[in-house]
């Protein structure tokens, strides 16, 4: 873990000082295909860079900030996405292009949970992580099934959130939540667009679904525009998964992740249309059974598409393992 240490600190060193370049050199280069070359090279670095880390959860969100980097650098080699207008330093623009933080647009909390809230989900992690760890061998395989996207969600939740709040308070900053309680989703648009990952969907529906949509509106009518939109979008989020994930088992990559997201691209199409066309839209759903089959559907797709090739690399053990040992040298510490 030391030598890991080592290695991440080097990484980030190299990753800081080649956007603090990019701030100075190619902020002062016009938008266009020029600014685009100057940050070229800093982009390949950043695709290499988390190679450089075996740790799992390292590893992991090395690659998932410096990957978010590359879609901002290039949008605003083209004046476009969050680094556009430029911030006023160079630590926000640092802040801005490393991290997965946005300002919020409306100071008020997407969420209606009070903040204490935020420890009730600390509390939930560390008994989910501990009763798989000591009993997974008991427990039905509907349970584990469910464990896997509550780990993968709660671990995002709480190493985001607490990321962010460090940052508000760092630079000022009003910022915006990377989730709004997606377990509270009744659709796949609602989960997709407006409750998961929110960093994500921003950047995905500026850098693909927006051009996509755009460019096949000079072809096909407005409908089909966006349903191609729609679909690029989620491809283009499973082939940056399938990388994830190559990083992480440093295996070939086995498609599983990206026919995850098609599907969901393709049933989130399905969804808006029939809102759209037929009467079922409008039928009164209870919001309970709405949210029962939307994360229902979600963990079920997962279990078969999405976590298999994790499982089978025994990377999600590594998770696990890394995660009691951080809970352990807190314990230890406080």
């Known amino acids: 873990m030391e030598e890991e240490l080592k290695n991440l600190i080097k990484v980030w060193v190299s990753a800081l000082s080649s956007v603090a370049y990019c701030y100075f050199l190619s902020t002062r280069i016009k938008a266009g295909i020029f600014r685009l070359i100057s940050v070229l090279p800093v982009c390949v670095m950043f695709f290499v860079f988390p190679l450089y880390l075996s740790s799992p959860t390292f590893c992991l969100y090395t690659a998932f900030f410096l990957s978010l980097a590359n879609y901002k650098?290039?949008?605003?080699?083209?004046?476009?996405?969050?680094?556009?207008?430029?911030?006023?330093?160079l630590s926000h623009f640092i802040a801005f292009t490393c991290l997965p933080i946005k300002h919020q647009q409306n100071p008020r909390s997407l969420s209606h949970f009070p903040k204490w809230f935020f420890i009730v989900k600390v509390v939930i992690f560390i008994v989910v992580l501990n009763v798989y760890d000591n009993y997974k061998q008991y427990l039905p395989s509907i349970l584990i099934l469910g464990f896997y996207p509550l780990n993968l969600y709660l671990e995002h939740e709480l190493i985001l959130n607490s990321l962010k709040y460090m940052v508000s308070l760092t630079l000022g900053l009003d910022l915006q939540p990377q989730f709004n309680e997606p377990y509270l989703a009744t659709s796949l648009q609602d989960f997709w667009g407006r409750r998961w990952n929110l960093m994500v969907t921003d950047i995905l529906r500026?850098?693909?679904?927006?051009?996509?949509?755009?460019?096949?509106?000079?072809?096909?009518?407005?409908?089909?525009?966006?349903?191609?939109?729609?679909?690029?979008t989620f491809i283009a989020s499973g082939v940056v998964h399938e990388?994830?994930?190559?990083?992480?088992?440093?295996?070939?990559?086995?498609?599983?992740?990206?026919?995850?997201?098609?599907?969901?691209?393709?049933?989130?199409?399905?969804?808006?249309?029939?809102?759209?066309?037929?009467?079922?839209?409008?039928?009164?759903v209870r919001p309970i059974v709405s949210r029962l089959v939307t994360v229902g559907f979600v963990c079920l797709t997962s279990g078969w598409l999405f976590f298999p090739q994790l499982i089978r690399s025994n990377v999600i053990e590594k998770f696990v393992y890394e995660s009691l040992l951080f809970l352990d040298f807190f314990k230890l510490k406080f």
């Open 73 to 89: 650098l290039t949008l605003y080699s083209f004046d476009q996405g969050p680094l556009f207008p430029l911030p006023p330093n």
């Open 206 to 232: 500026s850098s693909v679904y927006n051009p996509v949509r755009q460019l096949c509106q000079h072809f096909v009518n407005t409908e089909w525009a966006m349903i191609m939109g729609v679909l690029a």
């Open 243 to 284: 990388v994830l994930y190559v990083y992480l088992t440093r295996e070939m990559p086995t498609g599983e992740v990206t026919w995850f997201f098609v599907l969901h691209g393709v049933c989130t199409v399905v969804e808006v249309l029939v809102k759209k066309k037929t009467f079922v839209g409008r039928l009164p």
